[in-house]
């Protein structure tokens, strides 16, 4: 007995297989197309033309569930972190990462759909960045990051505006209690998320470097001390394990600035018999004071410490603060519609200089490791998320007033700020990233 066929006529197996032949070809062909799609053959690459459209590889997200086999870690290393400077504001359906009449931790001033503010469109906006993606902020992937620790804003009111927008985030999957605030207008408080245990805080210090601020009952400036870090900050410095230093628009105003015991200069202080020297290397030597002292703190002693320095956020007034239009836009610009120049980019230079400056002396100090959340751009572009009048309640409820204060500094919240902690948890992804691979 042989073996059964399927074919019902087995009498004349050449002329049969004759016949089947062109079926047979017609069959294999697809299935030989199928396999060169899938599997295309290895060609020898040119030396001189590059793949073309080829994106920079986004590392992974740590909340991944699966572990990487060797050959995928040897394949890490070679990752190339996003570059989320350059790019473009494009519409987002999916509109904003949370709701801003329901937080409760957001300033009054930068509530301003609460405020009566009805053009929300500003709202409908995500950045694009040109070669590679920002994915949608995951709230659960950046509480699992910094689970058991603390995590500290320090600077000016920009620094609050950014991490009132990342507390608005938060919440959205873990309540956080007010466990602590002082000061006027609770320039300094404390967070803590029990389902993690983690510590969110805000600290007041506009120069980073110790500083006398102007005020009515004294002088009509400011005093720097450029060789010594403000400790109503750094004196909590063993308590943190990541720093989020946000500082600018303080070091435009009058000051005069010392050096030891000595007065370096002053920046617009007629009358004072100082020497008017460029608050650019004043904004420098405050950063790599700052810099260089939690590096020597934290950096040397095996009590590693991350830092990021969120990059100068410009405003957008076109004309008098106190009159209405200051900020009228209600689009983001569009590229090419508006440069970066000027102090916009001086300012952001002189903090991308310090970043990288610091980074070279990593070596020195292994647990120390410092980022630029470069957003000077990004932030350019939106002159339409602003509070312009409506930091305050309903200002046109009766009627449009001759003069009306307008912020164009900061951001509405909901707004174009929360864009920065998008970015900031892409940079914590790779940073634990890196961590995890060195264990």
């Known amino acids: 007995m042989g073996i059964s066929s399927p074919f019902k006529d087995q009498t004349h197996p050449y002329t049969l297989s004759k016949k089947l032949l062109p079926y047979a070809l017609y069959a294999l062909f ?253 904004f420098g030597k405050a950063f790599r004071t700052t810099l260089k002292t939690i590096a020597e703190r934290r950096g040397a002693n095996g009590n590693p410490i991350d830092v990021i320095v969120t990059t100068f956020s410009p405003s957008h007034f076109e004309g008098d603060w106190d009159k209405a239009g200051a900020c009228p836009k209600t689009r983001p610009f569009k590229e090419g519609e508006k440069l970066l120049e000027g102090m916009d980019a001086d300012m952001r230079r002189v903090e991308v200089e310090e970043v990288e400056a610091a980074k070279a002396n990593t070596e020195q100090f292994p647990g120390f490791r410092v980022e630029a959340l470069d957003v000077t751009k990004l932030s350019l572009m939106r002159p339409d998320g602003h509070p312009g009048p409506y930091m305050h309640p309903f200002p046109f409820a009766n009627g449009v007033k001759d003069r009306v204060q307008n912020d164009c500094v900061h951001w509405c919240l909901p707004g174009p700020v929360d864009t920065w902690n998008q970015i900031l948890l892409e940079v914590m992804k790779r940073w634990d990233d890196q961590s995890r691979r060195q264990v």
């Not at 910094?146 to 991490?163: I, P």
């Not at 507390?167 to 605030?181: E, F, I």
């Open 30 to 282: 697809p299935i030989a197309l199928l396999r060169l799609y899938l599997h295309p053959p290895s060609l020898p690459q040119s030396p001189i033309d590059p793949l073309p459209n080829v994106n920079p590889i986004i590392f992974p997200s740590s909340s991944s569930s699966f572990s990487s086999s060797p050959s995928q870690e040897e394949e890490s290393a070679y990752e190339i972190p996003c570059d989320y400077t350059n790019g473009k504001w494009v519409r987002d359906k999916l509109g904003p990462l949370y709701n801003g009449t329901s937080c409760g931790t957001i300033k009054d001033g930068q509530n301003c759909i609460s405020h009566g503010r009805s053009d929300l469109g500003y709202l409908y906006w995500r950045w694009k960045p040109d070669k590679c993606q920002l994915p949608r902020f995951e709230p659960k992937t950046f509480l699992q990051i910094l689970r058991n620790k603390n995590l500290a804003f320090v600077g000016d009111s920009m620094a609050r505006n950014q991490l009132e927008s990342l507390l608005c985030m938060l919440a959205t999957v873990s309540t956080p209690d007010l466990v602590y605030r002082d000061g006027e207008d609770n320039k300094f408080r404390r967070w803590h998320f029990p389902s993690h245990n983690i510590s969110v805080s805000i600290h007041w210090s506009p120069f980073l470097v110790r500083g006398i601020e102007k005020s009515n009952s004294g002088p009509n400036y400011n005093k720097l001390y450029l060789d010594y870090v403000d400790e109503r900050w750094a004196g909590d410095m063993d308590r943190m394990d990541m720093i989020v230093l946000s500082i600018g628009h303080w070091f435009l105003h009058p000051a005069v600035f010392y050096e030891g015991d000595s007065v370096l200069g002053c920046h617009y202080c007629p009358g004072l018999n100082h020497t008017e020297v460029g608050f650019y290397e004043v």
